[in-house]
């Protein structure tokens, strides 16, 4: 069994959102993937909040600012809290790369998308047994869009 199934707590994600701000207790149980693969600690400090960057935010950066991959493990024995405030983005707008964020030469590394069909095509998928992703199984990925939510 390997350590992440054996606390209490949220495996390893990217929030799809453009920025997230968390605030923590003062229990322990946040943790960050570091630039060379390892986990590190992230401890609550009073009177702050972690910020993490989302998926929205790396496509519009060019990838640039990488989104902060994370997940919480509470190993102490105590119950934890937080409470987190996701940035996101109307699910209207068309996400791009911000022509700031592409260099001389380079090329966008992401396609221009609609934030709203971005993330359905994310959250089905990752939620099999949602009453939502059973209703929409048989349609391929890349044809789900956000507005098959609204009808």
Not at 49 to 69: D, M, W
Not at 80 to 100: G, H, N
Not at 102 to 116: A, L, Q, Y
Request: glycine share 6%; with cysteine; proline share 8%.
């Amino acid at each position: 069994m390997d350590e992440e199934s054996t606390s209490v707590g949220l495996g390893a994600h990217a929030d799809f959102s453009w920025l997230t701000l968390v605030l923590q207790d003062s229990v322990p149980a946040l943790e960050v993937l570091n630039q060379d693969g390892l986990w590190v600690d992230a401890p609550p400090q009073p009177g702050t909040f972690v910020c993490n960057v989302g998926q929205y935010l790396e496509r519009q950066s060019n990838g640039k600012f990488p989104a902060t991959v994370h997940r919480v493990r509470n190993r102490t024995g105590n119950q934890r809290y937080s409470l987190p405030f996701f940035l996101t983005m109307d699910p209207d707008v068309d996400l791009e790369v911000l022509d700031c964020c592409v260099d001389p030469g380079e090329k966008p590394r992401f396609e221009s998308i609609n934030v709203g069909d971005l993330y359905i095509r994310r959250v089905l998928p990752a939620r099999r047994k949602h009453p939502t992703s059973i209703k929409f199984s048989g349609v391929p990925q890349e044809e789900l869009k956000y507005e098959m939510l609204l009808s």
